[in-house]
């Protein structure tokens, strides 16, 4: 193992992890850190199957994200409309606050729009407010409970390579 690669390796698998924060695609920089590592060393400690194992792990992460979006306004009563709409106005949120608080400000914007979205679709349709914001609050909850999830599964694939590569 060279010790100075893997600590580099490490460094942009934590600065991956990190960029989660920001609403970056943090899984995604993890495997391809590793995908990179792996090739460093001719996937003889980062093996093929361990990379399908990151794969995996990344699509089920950014699946999850929304899915929980998803489950959480309509758990709260939410439309099939405001749920596009939470889910569409997480995105638009996200754009709008990343400059904001040195970038946090897309997490923030994200979670925002999300609430943003499914209330202002149920208010249009005339739910009234109470419902408005049950939904809103749903689509919020959904959305931290997914980029909670997701942080995890970085965490977890940070931790299946280290040993991967240690365990060698």
């Known amino acids: 193992m060279d010790y100075l690669v893997f600590i580099i390796f490490v460094f942009v698998a934590f600065g ?18 590793s ?14 199957k361990v990379i399908l194992i990151l794969i995996a792990l990344t699509i089920l992460g950014e699946v999850i994200e929304y899915v929980l979006g998803i489950v959480g306004a309509k758990k709260r009563g939410a439309s099939k ?11 638009v949120g ?26 202002l679709i149920e208010y249009y349709q005339g739910k009234g407010v109470n419902q408005a914001m049950e939904s809103g609050w749903g689509a919020l909850l959904g959305r931290v409970g997914g980029a909670i999830t997701k942080g995890f599964i970085g965490v977890m694939m940070i931790i299946i390579t280290v040993v991967s590569v240690v365990g060698e």
């Open 35 to 48: 995908i990179l590592y792996g090739w460093y060393g001719e996937f003889k400690e980062i093996t093929y």
């Open 16 to 33: 991956g992890l990190l960029s989660l924060i920001f609403g970056l695609p943090g899984n995604f920089i993890i495997l391809a850190d």
């Open 81 to 91: 409309g405001a749920i596009i709409a939470s889910i569409a106005g997480g995105i």
């Open 94 to 119: 996200a754009i709008i606050c990343a400059p904001f608080l040195f970038g946090i400000g897309s997490l923030i914007g994200a979670f925002l729009g999300a609430f943003a979205g499914a209330f």
